[in-house]
Nanobody, 120 residues
Framework: QVQLVESGGGLVQAGGSLRLSCAAS????????MGWFRQAPGKEREFVAT????????AYADSVKGRFTISRDIAKNTVFLQMNSLKTEDTAVYYC?????????????WGQGTQVTVSS
């Protein structure tokens, strides 16, 4: 079955950087879109960034544009989220997710999440 395992979260000071990883397994992902989402305490889960596995087409939430970069390593079946210039408002649990690219259905595979805490 499909498994998405996030890692790389932690505690960092404002202005610092972290790189999250999402190791994907259980199927071929060439026709899939991978996404990063986050959920802060008391808030709804929100979209952060997305990348298509085959062509590497990316999209970002306005709140992270210019600071975060999503990428993938096809050989390692891993998706990354490089987060720079972190702000306290970036504090959240970050989730990796996957969906079939050529469908309007929502993301249907999710990881367990990794905590990112940005201190002032």
């Amino acid at each position: 079955q499909v498994q998405l395992v996030e890692s790389g979260g932690g505690l960092v000071q404002a202005g610092g950087s972290l790189r999250l990883s999402c190791a994907a397994s259980g199927r071929t992902f060439s026709s899939y879109t991978m996404g990063w989402f986050r959920q802060a305490p008391g808030k709804e889960r929100e979209f952060v960034a997305t990348i298509t596995w085959r062509f590497g087409v990316t999209a970002y939430a306005d709140s992270v544009k210019g600071r975060f970069t999503i990428s993938r390593d096809i050989a390692k079946n891993t998706v990354f989220l490089q987060m720079n210039s972190l702000k306290t408002e970036d504090t959240a649990v970050y989730y990796c997710a996957a969906k079939y690219t050529y469908s309007d259905l929502p993301y249907n595979y999710w990881g367990q999440g990794t905590q990112v805490t940005v201190s002032s």
